[in-house]
């Protein structure tokens, strides 16, 4: 399902994120300008978005209005490569036979992360062996960490530290939902820096407010 860049209604104007709705009926509605009330234009786009398929209705924007918690917190982390610790595992790129393989190992593992892509662009995918096995998988563009999963328990840093590898510049960048708790415990263990938060999902109710998420 694709994505509506620019949905316009008489309330205002919003893009409809559609594409998560086949695997976790989920849509996200991102507001870029409000012409009468947030509320009416919320309830413009969710009433698309239910049509389409949506279970969910998440919403976020640069100068939106919510009451409750938000459901996603997206923060920028960020360390110096060389202040990692070393590991023994390595970052292998996939091969085009294992492409299906790692997008369904990501989907396993990203299904329950707030905010998480469903589908990853593969680009810069890899699996993280050690010793003949697979004990992870992530994703590398340039200086950004796109996604990191273990496959193993207790090998979340290992897969960072090998993944790191692979990257350009001083610095390794990622995004992390804050409400991912796990793993914002681990890149605070590893000593990430983190930032102000780059974007904020609210879950919306029938009454235009925030709620808490199912």
Known sequence: MRD??????????????????????EAYVLLHGVFTSQE????ECARFCRAAGAERVYYGGAD???????????????????????TGALAVPIRPDE???WQRLYRERFRSVPAAASV???????????GGRRIGLGAVSGDTLRAVAALERGRGADCVCALAALAQGERLRLT???ENRSAMRLYDRLGFDAGEAVERWYAFSENGAASCPP
């Open 4 to 25: 509506i860049p620019v949905f316009t209604v008489p309330s205002g104007i919003a893009t409809l994120i559609l594409r998560e709705i086949p695997p976790r009926g």
């Open 40 to 43: 009416e234009l919320l309830t």
């Open 64 to 86: 939106v209005h919510a009451d409750g918690a938000a459901y996603a917190t997206l923060l920028p982390r960020s360390i110096l490569r060389t202040a990692l610790p070393p």
């Open 99 to 101: 492409a299906d393989e």
């Open 120 to 130: 990853c662009d593969a680009r810069g995918a890899c699996f993280v062996v050690e």
């Open 176 to 178: 992390c939902a804050a």
